[in-house]
Every structure is written in C-alpha cells, then in structure tokens.
C-alpha cells in the first residue's frame, strides 16, 4: 500500500532562544535542526544557506518580506565574520533594518538577548 508522503519545508511557528549551536545545526524549543536558520518574528525557518555561500539578496527574500515585522537582522556568517554586500545591505537599508554581520556564534548570543528584551530583531543564522 503507498503512502503519500509530504515533506514540508522545516518551519517552528513562533519565537524561541537558540539553546545550543554547532556540528552543522540548533537546537530550539525542545527540537534540533540540522542546517541554517532564519529566525523572524512569524517563526523559526530551516534556511537553505551553507558557510562561504554567497550572502546575495535572493536568500533573504524570506526576511526582506516581514521586513515591516522587525529592525534589526543579526546575520550569523559562520566560523568567520564576513561582510555584508553593498546590494544587500542597500536592500535592507531601503526596508528599515539595521544589519549587523558577526560570527554564528555570537549571532545566536545577540538574538537570544534581544528576544529576551522583546526587541524587534530577526537573524539569519549560517551553521557551523
């Protein structure tokens, strides 16, 4: 007998402290996931971003649409802190957001203190 089988896209419906991160993931809300995240005030996203990948404007089109819902994206590049490009940060900018780019680890200290004085920030987290 087949089963349909339907895979959805990784998503927690709602806001959490990152508790742990590193060998390639989280862990969040009782859960753990393996891969990038976008954490923003409609939920928690598995993020289809690896280290060294290019930060282009396209993978943060997810972030770019609740633009309204935060102001400051804390962009967790990794091992290592990278620069973020003039056309993404010209994106951010025209929306009303702060960036600030910072190694994942401190990317994930940053979010959990700003959730935790109900401020409105968003991050974009690169696993390690």
């Not at 943060?60 to 935060?70: I, K, N, P």
């Not at 680890?105 to 409105?120: C, F, H, K, W």
């Amino acid at each position: 007998m087949a089963r349909n089988v339907e895979i959805r896209d990784a998503h927690f419906p709602g806001r959490a402290p990152i508790d742990a991160y590193g060998n390639g993931g989280f862990r969040f809300a009782d859960m753990s996931h393996r891969g990038s995240l976008l954490c923003l005030p409609s939920g928690i996203y598995g993020w289809e971003m690896t280290e060294g990948a290019p930060l282009d404007v396209s993978v943060f089109d997810r972030a770019l649409a609740e633009a309204a819902d935060f102001e400051f994206l804390l962009i967790g590049t990794g091992s290592d802190i990278r620069p973020i490009p003039a056309p993404l940060k010209a994106a951010l900018r025209a929306r009303g957001i702060s960036s600030d780019p910072m190694g994942t680890g401190a990317a994930v200290r940053t979010y959990n203190i700003m959730l935790s004085e109900s401020r409105p920030v968003a991050a974009a987290l690169i696993a390690i």
